[in-house]
């Protein structure tokens, strides 16, 4: 620095203040000069002489002397000395404090401490310290609660809207089923616990099991499971590879029995589909099957799904069946809904690939009818050519979103190989280039109930994208992650409690799982446990005059697994 620029040409305010009156009162500099020389102008000039003699301005001050005090408060002394209490060393203190807006030295905190007489911390693991190799808290262990230990609990949920749920389990006696079921528990959480818990992370939509980690610390998501918090990914992924495809298909049985004795499916029709739920790991054991929506062959476990057409529910879903096995799984369904039903009334309704001629001929045989499509070649094309015109008929389907609903269609009866004689039905002028060829063994039905029946089928096309989408089917990232049978079981489940919900909101009966969720699951809570009451309370949304006319909480107002308590729905 130049000390003579630094006198000549000062640039801080005050500095410039004190040189401009020494000119004037001490070098008698006119006024007007000492204004040019110093940037006033002749009236602030006048003005800050006036300052000056009143006493207004300071130009030097002197700081005081002596002791300051002590640079850290008592209280912040005192929240050091609490955190080293619950075993946090100065390192971890000073991390808390900075994230309160108070930046402490890890020096002056360990001085601190060794005042008041604390001795240095031992070398800790991660898992003692209570974090993660990645720096995150460590979770406590979940496990199941008693009823009495959940008194006086009072928490916040991020997903509370989860809780609208626990009516609809409870009416339709879920937990029963897990317990006729015998789904085995562990040593710290039961059966039903693990089974509220992957229900859970299903109805919220999570796409894969690890996004469990996001709830690790909601206490209200492991209410709705009865346990502190909800297990882990690891401990629910090890928990399904020890249920047995009996004990699965067992739970399933028992499931569809229950909601066939509430009258939730028709006896109308069934859709049939297969879907390959893909997985995209390297190294795999699992067999090539076909991908509709990939068009190719990908590994994955194939899935049979059997849809309910009037209430759109899944009826019967079975996983990892084997390239062998495909042709036979309807079979395997009509023995299933033989069980549950009693006797076979629905017409099943599948695509050309499901299964083979000599399959259908033994479900004629059975008195089972069904609708399908013929597999079709060049020469079925070919020979449609030989057909008058005034031989085909002109139809109606009844079809409010369908663009051509006028197509063309010639009824007759045909032989075919491995099967005898079956009804067919052509239909062209539908919208595509090739017509359709439908087979059937319903010989006196109208054939606009033929089309109608089979256009419906693309349903359980929907129910699939659905599955994928939101309940996220098609997450299989690995063959060991989460047994595949089990996940797509619990997935029917929700699926069908999205439609229990759907049907009690006035206006949203036909929405899809996603749509409920978004407007009327996805909302937190604050759940309070006293006595024998459960009060869940929401925050008022757009969507909530919906949830109230529903009156959720007054069709069954006691939670058995909850200690039977009664639960309270609330908004405010």
Same mark, same amino acid.
């Given at each position: 620095?130049?000390?003579?620029?630094?006198?000549?040409?000062?640039?801080?305010?005050?500095?410039?203040?004190?040189?401009?009156?020494?000119?004037?009162?001490?070098?008698?500099?006119?006024?007007?000069?000492?204004?040019?020389?110093?940037?006033?102008?002749?009236?602030?000039?006048?003005?800050?002489?006036?300052?000056?003699?009143?006493?207004?301005?300071?130009?030097?001050?002197?700081?005081?002397?002596?002791?300051?005090?002590?640079?850290?408060?008592?209280?912040?002394?005192?929240?050091?000395?609490?955190?080293?209490?619950?075993?946090?060393?100065?390192?971890?203190?000073?991390?808390?404090?900075?994230?309160?807006?108070?930046?402490?030295?890890?020096?002056?905190?360990?001085?601190?401490?060794?005042?008041?007489?604390?001795?240095?911390?031992?070398?800790?693991?991660?898992?003692?310290?209570?974090?993660?190799?990645?720096?995150?808290?460590?979770?406590?262990?979940?496990?199941?609660?008693?009823?009495?230990?959940?008194?006086?609990?009072?928490?916040?949920?991020?997903?509370?809207?989860?809780?609208?749920?626990?009516?609809?389990?409870?009416?339709?006696?879920?937990?029963?089923?897990?317990?006729?079921?015998?789904?085995?528990?562990?040593?710290?959480?039961?059966?039903?616990?693990?089974?509220?818990?992957?229900?859970?992370?299903?109805?919220?939509?999570?796409?894969?099991?690890?996004?469990?980690?996001?709830?690790?610390?909601?206490?209200?998501?492991?209410?709705?499971?009865?346990?502190?918090?909800?297990?882990?990914?690891?401990?629910?992924?090890?928990?399904?590879?020890?249920?047995?495809?009996?004990?699965?298909?067992?739970?399933?049985?028992?499931?569809?029995?229950?909601?066939?004795?509430?009258?939730?499916?028709?006896?109308?029709?069934?859709?049939?589909?297969?879907?390959?739920?893909?997985?995209?790991?390297?190294?795999?054991?699992?067999?090539?099957?076909?991908?509709?929506?990939?068009?190719?062959?990908?590994?994955?476990?194939?899935?049979?799904?059997?849809?309910?057409?009037?209430?759109?529910?899944?009826?019967?879903?079975?996983?990892?069946?084997? *390239?062998?096995?495909?042709? !036979?799984?309807? #079979?395997?369904?009509?023995?299933? @809904? &033989? %069980? /549950?039903?009693?006797?076979?009334?629905?017409?099943?309704?599948?695509?050309?690939?499901?299964?083979?001629?000599?399959?259908?001929?033994?479900?004629?045989?059975d008195n089972v009818k069904f609708?399908?499509?013929?597999?079709?070649? *060049?020469?079925?094309?070919? !020979?449609?050519? #030989?057909?008058?015109?005034?031989? @085909? &008929? %002109? /139809?109606?389907?009844?079809?409010?979103?369908?663009?051509?609903?006028?197509?063309?269609?010639?009824?007759?009866?045909?032989?075919l190989r491995d099967y005898g004689?079956?009804?067919?039905?052509?239909?062209?002028?539908?919208?595509?280039?090739?017509?359709?060829?439908?087979?059937?063994?319903?010989?006196?039905?109208?054939?606009?109930? /033929?089309?109608?029946?089979?256009?419906?089928?693309?349903?359980?096309?929907?129910?699939?994208?659905?599955?994928?989408?939101?309940?996220?089917?098609?997450?299989?990232?690995?063959?060991?992650?989460?047994?595949?049978?089990?996940?797509?079981?619990?997935?029917?489940?929700?699926?069908?409690?999205?439609?229990?919900?759907?049907?009690?909101?006035?206006?949203?009966?036909?929405?899809?799982?996603?749509?409920?969720?978004?407007?009327?699951?996805?909302?937190?809570?604050?759940?309070?446990?006293?006595?024998?009451?459960?009060?869940?309370?929401?925050?008022?949304?757009?969507?909530?005059?919906?949830?109230?006319?529903?009156?959720?909480?007054?069709?069954?107002?006691?939670?058995?697994?909850?200690?039977?308590?009664?639960?309270?729905f609330q908004w405010g």
């Amino acid at each position: 620095m130049d000390p003579v620029k630094f006198f000549k040409y000062p640039s801080n305010p005050g500095q410039k203040q004190y040189e401009a009156l020494r000119a004037y009162y001490m070098d008698k500099v006119p006024g007007k000069e000492v204004s040019r020389r110093y940037g006033y102008t002749y009236a602030a000039f006048n003005s800050l002489k006036q300052k000056f003699k009143t006493g207004q301005l300071k130009f030097f001050v002197t700081p005081p002397r002596g002791p300051q005090g002590p640079r850290i408060s008592a209280e912040t002394r005192d929240k050091i000395i609490e955190y080293r209490k619950k075993n946090l060393s100065a390192y971890e203190i000073a991390e808390v404090l900075d994230t309160l807006g108070e930046k402490i030295s890890v020096s002056s905190i360990d001085r601190i401490l060794d005042q008041e007489g604390f001795p240095k911390l031992t070398r800790r693991t991660h898992l003692k310290v209570g974090i993660t190799k990645d720096n995150t808290l460590v979770p406590e262990s979940a496990k199941t609660l008693k009823p009495s230990q959940l008194e006086g609990t009072e928490v916040t949920c991020d997903l509370g809207g989860i809780f609208l749920f626990a009516p609809l389990i409870e009416h339709f006696k879920i937990p029963n089923v897990v317990k006729a079921a015998k789904l085995p528990g562990s040593a710290k959480i039961s059966g039903l616990s693990y089974f509220l818990s992957m229900l859970a992370l299903k109805l919220a939509g999570k796409e894969r099991l690890s996004q469990v980690n996001d709830f690790n610390f909601d206490p209200g998501l492991g209410l709705f499971a009865q346990c502190n918090y909800l297990p882990k990914k690891t401990m629910i992924s090890s928990y399904s590879y020890r249920l047995s495809d009996r004990e699965i298909k067992r739970f399933m049985t028992g499931f569809v029995e229950r909601q066939n004795k509430m009258k939730t499916y028709g006896n109308s029709t069934i859709n049939l589909d297969f879907k390959t739920i893909q997985h995209y790991g390297d190294e795999s054991v699992l067999e090539e099957h076909w991908a509709g929506a990939r068009g190719k062959r990908v590994k994955g476990a194939l899935t049979m799904i059997a849809q309910d057409c009037e209430s759109r529910c899944q009826v019967y879903v079975n996983s990892d069946i084997l *390239k062998h096995e495909a042709d !036979d799984e309807i #079979l395997a369904f009509v023995k299933f @809904w &033989k %069980k /549950i039903k009693g006797k076979f009334r629905s017409t099943l309704v599948f695509d050309s690939k499901l299964t083979t001629y000599q399959n259908l001929r033994e479900l004629d045989a059975d008195n089972v009818k069904f609708i399908t499509l013929r597999r079709r070649g *060049k020469n079925l094309v070919r !020979d449609l050519e #030989l057909i008058e015109k005034d031989q @085909w &008929k %002109k /139809i109606t389907i009844d079809s409010p979103r369908r663009k051509y609903k006028h197509p063309k269609v010639y009824d007759s009866k045909i032989e075919l190989r491995d099967y005898g004689q079956i009804r067919q039905v052509v239909m062209k002028d539908n919208g595509r280039e090739d017509p359709a060829f439908f087979i059937t063994n319903e010989m006196k039905a109208p054939v606009e109930t /033929i089309v109608e029946k089979y256009a419906k089928r693309w349903n359980v096309e929907n129910v699939i994208e659905e599955a994928v989408s939101f309940f996220n089917l098609n997450a299989l990232s690995s063959p060991i992650l989460i047994k595949v049978y089990y996940d797509v079981v619990m997935t029917m489940v929700a699926d069908t409690l999205y439609y229990h919900l759907a049907q009690s909101l006035r206006g949203f009966e036909n929405c899809n799982a996603e749509r409920i969720f978004r407007h009327f699951v996805d909302m937190p809570a604050k759940i309070s446990v006293k006595g024998d009451k459960i009060v869940v309370k929401y925050p008022l949304r757009a969507h909530s005059p919906v949830l109230r006319a529903a009156k959720l909480d007054k069709w069954i107002p006691r939670i058995s697994w909850l200690g039977n308590r009664k639960i309270n729905f609330q908004w405010g």
